[in-house]
């Protein structure tokens, strides 16, 4: 076969360093707008980008000749930057070292979207801790709790 086919959808979790809440409404969409380029322009497509004040939750359309690890350094690296230089009021503004990333079937892609577009709803009940653990618990990663938010 000489070409590559691939569908490589990341359900991406990551937060603000320390969980702060330094992403405000002012800036939220203008954010998640530029976080969708960069995805465009370096490693394939977003499918859907959404969030609260403290964390992001990306579907990503990754092609297959970038790995999940460069696609996230990217978007987190390039939209700290832009987030520095765009907004007088994000000099603190610092993402997490880590991320979670869940894999997710085409025929999943839909609720993903819809459950990343509930976000401002969803966490009026549960904080992104209480959602986070419960990610990994569901697709069987292990983890040790006291380590889990080490490197804040």
Do not use: C
């Amino acid at each position: 076969m000489g070409h590559t086919f691939a569908n490589n959808l990341y359900h991406v979790i990551f937060s603000t360093k320390g969980r702060r809440p330094l992403i405000r409404p002012e800036s939220r969409q203008r954010l998640y707008e530029y976080m969708g380029g960069v995805a465009r322009e370096e490693f394939g497509r977003a499918q859907a980008i959404g969030g609260t004040d403290n964390h992001v939750h990306a579907l990503l359309l990754v092609r297959p000749d970038v790995a999940v690890s460069q696609a996230v350094r990217k978007v987190k690296a390039l939209s700290s930057g832009w987030m520095h230089k765009t907004f007088a009021n994000a000099r603190e503004f610092a993402w997490q070292s880590g991320y979670g990333s869940f894999s997710v079937s085409e025929s999943g892609k839909a609720a993903v979207a819809a459950y990343i577009a509930g976000q401002e709803q969803h966490h009026r009940k549960e904080t992104f801790e209480e959602e986070f653990v419960k990610f990994l618990e569901k697709h069987g990663i292990e983890y040790a709790p006291r380590y889990l938010w080490s490197d804040d």
